[in-house]
């Protein structure tokens, strides 16, 4: 078992950043592709970015790809997601997630293991 464990979510305003960081334990960190989804009220959860093993290619939704940056630190088995120019669209709870190299990395399917959830709100 992988254990993810999000924090860094809160409140901020419209144009401000937030830095999310995903803290994992029990199983071989580096093993894993690591990904970041959220879901906002009454929607599909939906992929935002991901990160393969050695941080050396990542992935960007759309709606991220300019605003927003992964990376991870295997030596401290962590994977960050820092997001700047926040606007109300982006508030969602926000999920990381683990799984093996190959799958198609913007599947929720494609993981195997998910923290609980972080919640992010900007106001409108």
């Known amino acids: 078992q992988l254990q993810l464990v999000e924090s860094g979510g809160g409140l901020v305003q419209a144009g401000g950043s937030l830095r999310l960081s995903c803290a994992a334990s029990?199983?071989?960190?580096?093993?894993?592709?690591m990904g970041w989804f959220r879901q906002a009220p009454g929607k599909e959860r939906e992929f935002v970015t991901g990160?393969?093993?050695?941080?050396?290619?990542?992935y960007y939704a759309d709606s991220g790809k300019v605003r927003f940056t992964i990376s991870r630190d295997n030596a401290k088995h962590t994977v960050y997601l820092q997001m700047n120019s926040l606007n109300p669209e982006d508030t969602a709870v926000y999920y990381c997630?683990?799984?093996?190299?190959?799958?198609?990395?913007?599947?929720?399917?494609?993981?195997?293991?998910w923290g609980q959830g972080t919640q992010v709100t900007v106001p409108s």
């Open positions: 990160i393969i093993w050695d941080g050396g290619r990542t």
């Open positions: 997630a683990a799984g093996p190299f190959g799958r198609v990395y913007y599947r929720i399917a494609s993981y195997d293991y």
């Open positions: 029990g199983r071989t960190f580096s093993n894993y592709f």
